[in-house]
């Protein structure tokens, strides 16, 4: 005899059969069937693959608000059906989260089959941290359930660059009444603002003013929202300046000043932001 093996018999673990042998004796004595059974143990080979691709093009990012999205394929490439399937994505936006849609090879049930490729769709929404960080790393992870074996966490990771458009403006401008000076010892007062245009936080930003003393400390912040030290995409930074004049500003006939800043930038290239005010 023989028997073809299903899928059942595979999910199962083993196959058990049993044959019976009925008959009729000569005389009236009762001949009870005759049975035997063999029982063939499966071999489970348990396994699957999770490929995670962006859908983007072109395959990068470069403001806030971007919306990356996604397509994951799982696959069962073992020999026995895989149940209690979950798929995560910590980093997908929780809404839709990740979405099952049509399997690109199954029946739509809960049960991923042998030879199964299931289809799912997430998105994620760039945050600052996502430029300034210049890439976005993002793992998915399968878990689920076999009849028999080991089946660890089928897992794939997508990276895509950050476009980085470092820029900004330093604006410099006299407080001075009647914008001019006539004595010594008149002293000069300006106002500076310091505006990051680009799409990346600027670090160690420095504000220097030679003639007004050096490095010069902010005074607040007009736009942004926050006083820390990095200057953020949009934000406003204001100074304010001084400088005394002198002998040499009454002979040359004009006082040129000049203030530059310096910073950097997580990528790409960032000159120094200057500006001069002639009084």
Same mark, same amino acid.
């Given at each position: 005899?023989?028997?073809?093996?299903?899928?059942?018999?595979?999910? &199962? %673990?083993? +196959? @058990?059969? =049993? *044959? /019976? !042998?009925?008959?009729? #004796? $000569?005389?009236?004595?009762?001949?009870?069937?005759?049975?035997?059974?063999?029982?063939?143990?499966?071999?489970?080979?348990?396994?699957?693959?999770?490929?995670?691709?962006?859908?983007?093009?072109?395959?990068?990012?470069?403001?806030?608000?971007?919306?990356?999205?996604?397509?994951?394929?799982?696959?069962?490439?073992?020999?026995?059906?895989?149940?209690?399937?979950?798929?995560?994505?910590?980093?997908?936006?929780?809404?839709?989260?990740?979405?099952?849609?049509?399997?690109?090879?199954?029946?739509?049930?809960?049960?991923?089959?042998?030879?199964?490729?299931?289809?799912?769709?997430?998105?994620?929404?760039?945050?600052?941290?996502?430029?300034? &960080? %210049?890439? +976005? @790393?993002? =793992? *998915? /992870? !399968?878990?689920?359930? #076999? $009849?028999?074996?080991?089946?660890?966490?089928?897992?794939?990771?997508?990276?895509?660059?950050?476009?980085?458009?470092?820029?900004?403006?330093?604006?410099?401008?006299?407080?001075?009444?009647?914008?001019?000076?006539?004595?010594?010892?008149?002293?000069?007062?300006?106002?500076?603002?310091?505006?990051?245009?680009?799409?990346?936080?600027?670090?160690?930003?420095?504000?220097?003013?030679?003639?007004?003393?050096?490095?010069?400390?902010?005074?607040?912040?007009?736009?942004?929202?926050?006083?820390?030290?990095?200057?953020?995409?949009?934000?406003?930074?204001?100074?304010?300046?001084?400088?005394?004049?002198?002998?040499?500003?009454?002979?040359?006939?004009?006082?040129?000043?000049?203030? =530059? *800043? /310096?910073?950097?930038?997580?990528?790409?290239?960032?000159?120094?932001?200057?500006?001069?005010?002639?009084?």
């Amino acid at each position: 005899a023989s028997h073809t093996v299903t899928q059942e018999d595979l999910d &199962t %673990l083993r +196959f @058990i059969n =049993t *044959a /019976t !042998a009925t008959g009729t #004796p $000569p005389t009236g004595t009762s001949l009870p069937p005759v049975m035997d059974s063999d029982t063939l143990p499966a071999v489970p080979n348990v396994s699957w693959t999770l490929d995670k691709s962006s859908t983007l093009s072109p395959k990068s990012y470069s403001a806030v608000g971007d919306v990356i999205t996604y397509e994951l394929l799982l696959e069962n490439t073992g020999n026995v059906k895989i149940t209690g399937v979950a798929v995560s994505d910590p980093k997908a936006d929780s809404s839709p989260g990740v979405v099952r849609g049509t399997d690109q090879s199954g029946n739509g049930d809960n049960d991923l089959e042998p030879g199964e490729i299931w289809k799912y769709t997430a998105q994620h929404t760039v945050t600052q941290e996502d430029l300034d &960080t %210049l890439r +976005f @790393i993002n =793992t *998915a /992870t !399968a878990m689920g359930t #076999p $009849p028999g074996g080991t089946l660890p966490p089928a897992m794939d990771s997508d990276t895509l660059p950050a476009v980085p458009n470092p820029s900004w403006t330093l604006e410099k401008e006299n407080t001075v009444s009647g914008g001019n000076y006539d004595a010594v010892g008149d002293v000069l007062t300006y106002k500076l603002t310091l505006e990051n245009t680009g799409n990346v936080t600027i670090t160690s930003v420095v504000v220097t003013d030679p003639n007004s003393g050096g490095t010069l400390t902010r005074d607040s912040v007009r736009t942004g929202g926050n006083t820390d030290t990095d200057l953020e995409p949009g934000e406003v930074w204001l100074y304010t300046a001084s400088h005394t004049v002198t002998q040499e500003d009454m002979d040359t006939l004009r006082f040129i000043n000049m203030a =530059t *800043a /310096t910073g950097t930038p997580p990528g790409g290239n960032l000159p120094p932001a200057m500006d001069s005010d002639t009084l």
